[in-house]
């Protein structure tokens, strides 16, 4: 039985899986930027300085930063996580990372008596804020059972897909799919409002064919609000896009789809939209 839990990272994702999963058990909570950890503060978690003492105060440590970079910074160090798990304990990591920098970390926890499962996420800020979060597991077996409970508060599915790095592995095909769906919906919308098609028409028609996607019905509400405030920043969906294209290339799989959206988001990202919603993606095709 899990008598504390800590969580690390408490951006736009972060901050809303950690509210969710605050019940019974004290909570401990840690961000590089502390401004971010008052709403969690307010509602009674623990607050602390380092990685270190989130980990040290719980059995489950949550994990949920940018990228690679991030995440090493966060586990590693005297400052860092693995510093502070005792034997037994499990490092839960819900971040987007590269299947390999999972092996590299996992491997190292391992031999410290520390389960470590890559759990990624898939719904959005919105799936974050909701609960209703699906969340692809990589792991031992023993510790996704442990974890079950807790991930339940922040999440509507738990799947077990396969070993350590696994879990982000189908992140990465997930993220894939995904954004070349928001960039075809860019494009299609982009293409129909200069023939002169109407956006009520288009929003009338689009979501109830074969062009329905989660990503297409981002953008017709994003173009309609104009409103490109980060849900999933360009930087991360750029990121995601170049650790898929790497995964191709490591594995010799061609995805000649990718390695495009990968250039040509690229150049958006390179105009100065990369803090903006992936959606601002819509505003290259006004230019
Ligand atoms: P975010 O709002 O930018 O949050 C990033 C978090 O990482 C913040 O807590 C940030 O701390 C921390 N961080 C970044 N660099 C760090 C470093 N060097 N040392 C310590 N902490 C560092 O991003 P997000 O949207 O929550 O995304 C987090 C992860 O979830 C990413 O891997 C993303 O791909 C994935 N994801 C996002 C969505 C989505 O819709 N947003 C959906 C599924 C998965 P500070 O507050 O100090 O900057």
């Known amino acids: 039985m899990v008598q504390a839990l800590g969580f690390v990272g408490l951006g736009i994702m972060g901050q809303a899986m950690a509210k969710n999963l605050y019940g019974d058990e004290p909570l401990t909570v840690y961000n590089r930027t502390r401004e971010r950890t ?4 307010e509602m009674g978690a623990m607050v602390v300085d380092t990685p270190r003492q989130a980990a ?6 949550f994990i949920m930063v940018s990228n690679d970079e991030a995440l090493r910074q966060v586990i590693l160090g005297e400052d860092g996580v693995l510093a502070g798990m005792s034997q037994g304990s499990i490092v839960v990591d819900h971040s987007t990372v590269s299947p390999a920098i999972t092996k590299e970390l996992g491997g190292l926890a391992k031999t410290r008596g520390v389960f470590w ?11 974050a804020q909701n609960a209703t979060l699906t969340v692809m597991a990589g792991g031992e077996a023993l510790a996704i059972e442990r974890i079950g409970p807790y991930v339940a508060r922040m999440s509507q599915r738990l799947v077990h897909v396969g070993a350590l790095g696994q879990g982000q592995t189908m992140k990465l095909v997930s993220n894939l799919i995904g954004g070349l769906n928001l960039m075809a919906a860019a494009e299609g919308l982009s293409l129909g409002l200069a023939a002169g ?4 028409a288009l929003e009338a028609v689009l979501p ?3 062009a329905a996607s989660f990503e297409l019905q981002k953008i017709l509400d994003r173009h309609r609000s104009q409103d490109f405030a980060p849900g999933f920043s360009v ?3 750029y990121k995601d896009l170049d650790l898929a294209v790497e995964l191709a290339r490591q594995l010799g799989q061609l995805v000649p789809l990718g390695e495009t959206a990968l250039d040509v988001f690229g150049r958006h990202r390179a105009r100065g939209y990369s803090k903006l919603d992936e959606s601002s993606y819509l505003k290259g095709w006004e230019r």
């Open 117 to 127: 499962c890559d759990a990624p996420v898939t719904g959005g800020d919105v799936g």
């Open 235 to 237: 930087e991360n969906r």
């Open 197 to 200: 098609l109407s956006v009520e």
């Open 38 to 41: 008052r709403a969690l503060q």
């Open 208 to 210: 109830n064919g074969t």
């Open 56 to 61: 040290s105060a719980s059995q489950i440590c």
